[in-house]
T-cell receptor
Framework: AQTVTQSQPEMSVQEAETVTLSCTYD???????LFWYKQPPSRQMILVIR??????QNATENRFSVNFQKAAKSFSLKISDSQLGDTAMYFC?????????FGAGTRLTVKP | KAGVTQTPRYLIKTRGQQVTLSCSPI?????VSWYQQTPGQGLQFLFE???????NKGNFPGRFSGRQFSNSRSEMNVSTLELGDSALYLC??????????????FGAGSRLTVL
Protein backbone atom coordinates (compact mmCIF):
# COMPACT_ATOMS: atom_id res chain seq x y z
CA ALA A 1 0.00 0.00 0.00
CA GLN A 2 1.08 3.53 -0.63
CA THR A 3 1.68 6.04 2.14
CA VAL A 4 1.96 9.81 1.97
CA THR A 5 3.42 11.90 4.77
CA GLN A 6 3.15 15.63 5.24
CA SER A 7 5.22 16.54 8.28
CA GLN A 8 4.10 20.16 8.57
CA PRO A 9 0.55 20.43 9.99
CA GLU A 10 0.62 24.22 9.80
CA MET A 11 2.70 26.86 8.11
CA SER A 12 2.49 30.58 7.60
CA VAL A 13 4.15 32.97 5.18
CA GLN A 14 4.11 36.68 4.56
CA GLU A 15 2.41 37.91 1.46
CA ALA A 16 4.77 38.06 -1.55
CA GLU A 17 7.28 35.68 0.03
CA THR A 18 8.08 32.10 -0.91
CA VAL A 19 7.09 29.01 1.04
CA THR A 20 7.83 25.32 0.57
CA LEU A 21 5.52 22.54 1.71
CA SER A 22 7.05 19.11 2.27
CA CYS A 23 5.75 15.73 1.25
CA THR A 24 7.28 12.27 1.27
CA TYR A 25 5.66 9.14 -0.06
CA ASP A 26 6.22 5.46 -0.32
CA UNK A 27 5.00 3.19 -3.06
CA UNK A 28 6.02 -0.09 -4.59
CA UNK A 29 4.60 0.89 -7.96
CA UNK A 30 6.75 2.03 -10.85
CA UNK A 31 3.95 3.88 -12.58
CA UNK A 32 2.38 6.51 -10.37
CA UNK A 33 1.45 10.16 -10.29
CA LEU A 34 1.90 12.79 -7.64
CA PHE A 35 -0.41 15.68 -6.99
CA TRP A 36 -0.83 18.71 -4.85
CA TYR A 37 -4.41 19.71 -4.15
CA LYS A 38 -5.60 22.89 -2.46
CA GLN A 39 -8.70 23.09 -0.28
CA PRO A 40 -9.64 26.70 0.55
CA PRO A 41 -11.93 27.44 3.48
CA SER A 42 -14.92 27.08 1.12
CA ARG A 43 -13.96 23.37 0.98
CA GLN A 44 -13.88 22.71 -2.77
CA MET A 45 -10.68 20.82 -3.46
CA ILE A 46 -8.84 21.93 -6.58
CA LEU A 47 -5.76 20.64 -8.35
CA VAL A 48 -2.65 22.75 -7.95
CA ILE A 49 -0.05 20.74 -9.81
CA ARG A 50 0.59 17.24 -11.13
CA UNK A 51 3.78 15.25 -11.71
CA UNK A 52 4.20 12.01 -13.61
CA UNK A 53 6.74 9.84 -11.81
CA UNK A 54 8.41 8.80 -15.05
CA UNK A 55 9.23 12.42 -15.89
CA UNK A 56 12.41 13.82 -14.40
CA GLN A 57 11.57 17.41 -15.13
CA ASN A 58 9.87 19.18 -12.26
CA ALA A 59 6.35 20.38 -13.00
CA THR A 60 5.58 24.08 -12.80
CA GLU A 61 2.32 25.95 -12.94
CA ASN A 62 2.70 29.72 -12.75
CA ARG A 63 3.73 30.54 -9.16
CA PHE A 64 3.63 26.88 -8.14
CA SER A 65 6.47 24.45 -8.72
CA VAL A 66 7.57 21.13 -7.32
CA ASN A 67 10.86 19.61 -6.35
CA PHE A 68 10.49 15.94 -7.24
CA GLN A 69 13.23 13.71 -5.88
CA LYS A 70 12.27 10.22 -7.01
CA ALA A 71 15.05 8.32 -5.27
CA ALA A 72 14.28 10.06 -1.99
CA LYS A 73 10.54 9.76 -2.61
CA SER A 74 10.13 13.41 -1.90
CA PHE A 75 7.69 15.78 -3.57
CA SER A 76 7.70 19.30 -2.16
CA LEU A 77 5.61 22.23 -3.34
CA LYS A 78 7.06 25.72 -3.67
CA ILE A 79 4.74 28.69 -3.79
CA SER A 80 6.39 31.87 -4.98
CA ASP A 81 5.05 35.40 -4.47
CA SER A 82 2.46 34.11 -1.99
CA GLN A 83 -0.95 35.71 -2.19
CA LEU A 84 -3.74 35.97 0.37
CA GLY A 85 -5.83 33.66 -1.81
CA ASP A 86 -3.26 30.91 -1.32
CA THR A 87 -4.50 30.47 2.25
CA ALA A 88 -5.85 26.92 2.33
CA MET A 89 -5.21 23.33 3.28
CA TYR A 90 -2.77 21.69 0.90
CA PHE A 91 -2.85 17.96 0.35
CA CYS A 92 -0.14 15.90 -1.26
CA UNK A 93 -1.39 12.77 -3.00
CA UNK A 94 0.06 9.70 -4.64
CA UNK A 95 -2.13 7.93 -7.18
CA UNK A 96 -1.75 4.91 -9.34
CA UNK A 97 -4.46 3.07 -11.19
CA UNK A 98 -5.52 1.06 -8.17
CA UNK A 99 -4.76 3.12 -5.12
CA UNK A 100 -5.19 6.72 -4.08
CA UNK A 101 -3.53 8.07 -0.96
CA PHE A 102 -3.53 11.54 0.48
CA GLY A 103 -1.33 13.10 3.10
CA ALA A 104 -2.81 14.57 6.27
CA GLY A 105 -2.54 18.06 4.86
CA THR A 106 -0.70 21.28 5.65
CA ARG A 107 -2.68 24.33 6.66
CA LEU A 108 -1.06 27.34 5.02
CA THR A 109 -1.85 30.86 6.14
CA VAL A 110 -0.66 33.80 4.09
CA LYS A 111 -0.34 36.90 6.25
CA PRO A 112 -0.74 40.43 4.87
CA LYS B 1 -19.62 23.67 -18.09
CA ALA B 2 -21.10 22.64 -14.76
CA GLY B 3 -18.77 21.20 -12.16
CA VAL B 4 -19.22 18.19 -9.94
CA THR B 5 -22.47 18.50 -8.03
CA GLN B 6 -23.03 16.83 -4.69
CA THR B 7 -26.32 16.68 -2.85
CA PRO B 8 -27.28 17.25 -0.17
CA ARG B 9 -24.65 19.69 1.06
CA TYR B 10 -25.53 19.23 4.71
CA LEU B 11 -27.46 16.59 6.57
CA ILE B 12 -27.99 15.39 10.10
CA LYS B 13 -28.84 11.82 10.97
CA THR B 14 -29.04 9.76 14.12
CA ARG B 15 -27.19 6.57 14.96
CA GLY B 16 -28.61 3.51 13.29
CA GLN B 17 -30.15 5.38 10.37
CA GLN B 18 -28.94 5.13 6.83
CA VAL B 19 -28.01 7.85 4.38
CA THR B 20 -27.66 8.21 0.63
CA LEU B 21 -25.45 10.83 -0.97
CA SER B 22 -25.52 11.77 -4.62
CA CYS B 23 -22.84 12.92 -7.02
CA SER B 24 -23.30 14.20 -10.56
CA PRO B 25 -19.99 14.29 -12.44
CA ILE B 26 -18.87 16.77 -15.03
CA UNK B 27 -20.58 16.07 -18.33
CA UNK B 28 -18.53 13.52 -20.25
CA UNK B 29 -16.67 12.23 -17.21
CA UNK B 30 -17.18 8.52 -16.74
CA UNK B 31 -15.28 7.88 -13.54
CA VAL B 32 -16.50 8.84 -10.07
CA SER B 33 -14.62 8.33 -6.84
CA TRP B 34 -15.63 8.97 -3.24
CA TYR B 35 -13.62 10.09 -0.24
CA GLN B 36 -14.25 10.54 3.45
CA GLN B 37 -12.61 13.53 5.11
CA THR B 38 -12.37 13.77 8.89
CA PRO B 39 -10.09 15.85 11.13
CA GLY B 40 -8.60 12.71 12.65
CA GLN B 41 -8.15 10.46 9.63
CA GLY B 42 -7.74 13.02 6.88
CA LEU B 43 -8.81 12.10 3.37
CA GLN B 44 -9.52 8.44 2.84
CA PHE B 45 -10.49 6.76 -0.38
CA LEU B 46 -13.83 4.96 -0.31
CA PHE B 47 -14.38 3.62 -3.82
CA GLU B 48 -14.16 4.34 -7.51
CA UNK B 49 -16.74 3.61 -10.18
CA UNK B 50 -16.32 3.49 -13.91
CA UNK B 51 -18.96 2.46 -16.45
CA UNK B 52 -21.29 1.36 -13.65
CA UNK B 53 -18.67 -0.98 -12.20
CA UNK B 54 -16.75 -0.62 -8.98
CA UNK B 55 -13.07 -0.58 -9.93
CA ASN B 56 -11.46 -0.07 -6.56
CA LYS B 57 -12.49 -0.03 -2.95
CA GLY B 58 -10.81 1.44 0.09
CA ASN B 59 -10.58 -0.08 3.52
CA PHE B 60 -14.08 0.63 4.80
CA PRO B 61 -16.67 -1.73 6.29
CA GLY B 62 -19.48 -3.17 4.23
CA ARG B 63 -21.86 -0.55 5.63
CA PHE B 64 -20.40 1.76 3.00
CA SER B 65 -21.60 1.00 -0.48
CA GLY B 66 -22.07 2.78 -3.74
CA ARG B 67 -23.26 2.49 -7.27
CA GLN B 68 -23.06 4.27 -10.57
CA PHE B 69 -25.82 4.75 -13.07
CA SER B 70 -25.69 4.67 -16.85
CA ASN B 71 -25.50 8.47 -16.97
CA SER B 72 -22.38 8.29 -14.74
CA ARG B 73 -24.15 9.78 -11.74
CA SER B 74 -23.17 8.01 -8.56
CA GLU B 75 -24.64 7.43 -5.16
CA MET B 76 -23.07 6.24 -1.98
CA ASN B 77 -24.94 4.75 0.91
CA VAL B 78 -24.00 4.32 4.52
CA SER B 79 -26.17 2.00 6.57
CA THR B 80 -26.46 1.66 10.35
CA LEU B 81 -24.78 5.01 10.92
CA GLU B 82 -22.27 5.39 13.72
CA LEU B 83 -21.01 8.55 15.38
CA GLY B 84 -17.66 8.05 13.70
CA ASP B 85 -19.27 8.34 10.27
CA SER B 86 -19.62 12.08 10.80
CA ALA B 87 -17.47 13.54 8.08
CA LEU B 88 -17.26 15.51 4.89
CA TYR B 89 -17.87 13.15 1.99
CA LEU B 90 -16.20 14.28 -1.20
CA CYS B 91 -16.91 13.06 -4.67
CA UNK B 92 -14.57 13.52 -7.60
CA UNK B 93 -14.97 12.81 -11.28
CA UNK B 94 -12.48 12.24 -14.07
CA UNK B 95 -12.67 11.55 -17.74
CA UNK B 96 -11.54 7.97 -17.48
CA UNK B 97 -10.67 5.45 -14.82
CA UNK B 98 -7.41 5.50 -12.92
CA UNK B 99 -6.94 8.75 -11.05
CA UNK B 100 -3.25 8.71 -11.70
CA UNK B 101 -3.41 9.52 -15.36
CA UNK B 102 -6.68 11.40 -15.12
CA UNK B 103 -7.06 14.60 -13.18
CA UNK B 104 -9.74 14.59 -10.49
CA UNK B 105 -12.30 17.37 -10.24
CA PHE B 106 -13.89 17.51 -6.82
CA GLY B 107 -17.34 18.51 -5.70
CA ALA B 108 -18.00 20.76 -2.72
CA GLY B 109 -18.83 17.81 -0.51
CA SER B 110 -21.68 16.59 1.66
CA ARG B 111 -21.28 17.30 5.35
CA LEU B 112 -22.81 14.46 7.37
CA THR B 113 -23.37 14.81 11.09
CA VAL B 114 -24.43 11.74 13.05
CA LEU B 115 -26.01 12.39 16.44
Amino acid sequence: AQTVTQSQPEMSVQEAETVTLSCTYDTSENNYYLFWYKQPPSRQMILVIRQEAYKQQNATENRFSVNFQKAAKSFSLKISDSQLGDTAMYFCACHNNNDMRFGAGTRLTVKP
Amino acid sequence: KAGVTQTPRYLIKTRGQQVTLSCSPISGHRSVSWYQQTPGQGLQFLFEYFSETQRNKGNFPGRFSGRQFSNSRSEMNVSTLELGDSALYLCASSLNAGAGANVLTFGAGSRLTVL
